[in-house]
């Protein structure tokens, strides 16, 4: 008997399904109605649904509500800080069995090898992980990345099992634009799943971005932006993550007539975050909260999310679905009671059968060790750029403000929040050394530095000590790149990323760790934001409004270029 007639045999109840879950009920995503009866599980798929049914195996979940497994519709698994592995570890007993993820943070140290890494663990992993190939490597023209991906690149990667589409196309102006890069990428994708990436982006530009082929959007940060874009044809993806967080400001338009086009993401979330708050599943609970009706909450946790990346295999406890279910006690609280995914129980046994895989981007930080001087801004004039931080966005103020120079130097001027920070080029191209100012912190002494520099990943230090900046980014040669933070010429704390600068080789137990440890170091040193390492990685992101700074300068990003020193 193939595969096929054993599940038509088991729907009909002539044979006993592989797996049954009895006395539970299942949310119907379309009808919002509540649906008693067994599930019968097939293999990976549902077999029957709404009925008794007998089974090989039965798992009592009476009194559970059975929804569909959640759907991460964009995010960097990198930005967990660990392997495509833990990350399954970690996150899918939460509920999350499909998670579609652009790896463009390894790509943009270790190019192709770093995709081909994330599409080999793709196989083996126990939640469905979704590999978007990368569409801006580097991310702009202003910035130095160890590797860079053209079209004929992607096209050997393209149609592996994990591929939906082209991941998110951040380089906006080179749409609208018409760079040939680009548009060779969208050529080539062309009748695929495009993602978008296109912040404040209105009117015209924005017609004109959408009428590329690009599908999806998580960077509207406003209800206004949201229903534009919505207007527009994008599908928005509601976006909470360690940093940039959209979701109170999102909520409102999140409604049962728009759910099905508004789908949910993390893009990026640390295993502090994770371990504290939750993953999707503390979306659904702050929606829920803050009064999005319920059948909307979960129909963008899953079925719209499913439907807008064109994975028509899942998103609905249905016969034929793959069988991505997640048991709840109650739908308010969303906390897992157990998770399958493609039928397999979510627990211990299932995350330890999974085969071993090598490690990457090993030795990736390759920077000259630098000293005090390197930190000295050589100003000939008072009025400075400053990157002025919001917290909880990505987005930042550009302000200026004026700073004395004294014996050729603007200082950092602590009592006035204005910090030296500073990108430091580690892929051995070219020793680039860029210095500028950030307000934010709240930094009042010692530095913090990071190999996790959106997306380039270059070194970038903030600091008060010139003294303390340089221990701190000579420190991250000598562990492979993470986190560091320093005082007076002592190290307080530090996290080891050797996976190219980004991804730690120990669990995200041991990682969530390290992480409080670290946080409770950069307090020590004033620091008042909540995640001041991710906050810091975002400032160095030239495709992300409106003052930001890479290892070639201050990037006015409003204007799409480089602020003449």
Request: charged share 25%.
């Amino acid at each position: 008997m193939t595969d096929l007639e054993r599940l038509i045999a088991q729907g009909r109840g002539e044979a006993p399904a592989d797996l049954v879950l009895r006395g539970g009920q299942v949310l119907d995503l379309v009808t919002g109605a509540m649906i008693a009866g067994d599930v019968a599980i097939s293999g990976d798929r549902i077999a029957g649904i709404g009925e008794s049914y007998e089974g090989r195996e039965v798992i009592d979940v009476t009194g559970a509500t059975l929804v569909p497994g959640f759907i991460d519709t964009h995010l960097h698994i990198e930005s967990s800080l660990v392997t495509p592995y833990e990350f399954d570890r970690c996150v899918t007993p939460l509920g999350v069995t499909t998670a579609i993820c652009d790896p463009h943070e390894i790509a943009n140290v270790i190019g192709t090898e770093g995709i081909r890494w994330f599409q080999q663990a793709s196989r083996h992993t126990l939640m469905d992980i979704r590999v978007q190939l990368s569409s801006c490597v580097p991310s702009t023209h202003m910035e130095t990345a160890g590797a860079r991906i053209e079209a004929a690149d992607l096209a050997a990667l393209m149609d592996h099992p994990s591929a939906i589409g082209l991941a998110e196309m951040m380089n906006y102006p080179g749409v609208i634009h018409r760079d040939p890069g680009v548009m060779a990428k969208l050529a080539l994708f062309a009748g695929r799943h495009i993602d978008g990436h296109c912040p404040q982006l209105s009117g015209r530009d924005l017609n004109a971005y959408v009428a590329a082929g690009i599908r999806t959007e998580h960077e509207a940060t406003t209800a206004g932006e949201a229903r534009e874009k919505l207007a527009r044809g994008l599908r928005i993806l509601i976006r909470e993550g360690s940093v940039s967080k959209d979701l109170a400001a999102l909520q409102p338009v999140l409604t049962e007539v728009t759910a099905p086009y508004m789908c949910l993401c993390t893009d990026d979330r640390n295993p502090l975050d994770i371990g504290e708050e939750g993953h999707l599943d503390h979306m659904i609970r702050s929606l829920i909260a803050r009064g999005s009706p319920p059948l909307a909450v979960y129909r963008a946790a899953s079925l719209s999310g499913a439907e807008a990346f064109g994975l028509k295999d899942r998103g609905q406890i249905a016969p034929g679905k793959r069988a991505d279910i997640v048991v709840l006690d109650d739908l308010v609280e969303c906390r897992a009671r157990l998770v399958l995914c493609a039928g397999r129980v979510a627990d211990a046994a299932a995350f330890a059968a999974r085969p071993a895989i090598p490690p990457v981007g090993r030795s990736s930080v390759r920077a000259p060790r630098v000293t005090a001087a390197d930190f000295r801004v050589r100003a000939n004039r008072g009025r400075a750029d400053v990157i002025g931080i919001i917290e909880g966005k990505i987005i930042t103020e550009h302000l200026h403000e004026e700073i004395a120079i004294e014996d050729g130097d603007q200082r950092p001027d602590p009592a006035r929040d204005l910090i030296r920070i500073t990108v430091i080029e580690r892929h051995g191209r070219n020793g680039n050394i860029a210095n500028g100012f950030v307000r934010g912190f709240g930094l009042a002494a010692g530095a913090i530095a990071s190999t996790v520099c959106h997306d380039h990943h270059n070194i970038a230090v903030v600091g008060v000590s010139y003294e303390d900046m340089a221990l701190a980014a000579n420190r991250l040669g000598e562990i492979e790149g993470g986190f560091v933070v320093v005082r007076d010429g002592q190290i307080l704390a530090e996290l080891a990323l050797p996976i190219a600068g980004l991804m730690s080789l120990s669990p995200f137990e041991t990682v969530r760790a390290d992480l409080e440890r670290l946080r409770d170091a950069a307090r020590s040193l004033g620091v008042r934001l909540k995640e001041p390492f991710l906050q810091l990685a975002f400032l160095a992101l030239p495709v992300i409004p409106a003052l930001k700074i890479t290892d070639r300068g201050m990037v006015d990003v409003s204007r799409f270029e480089i602020i003449p020193g």
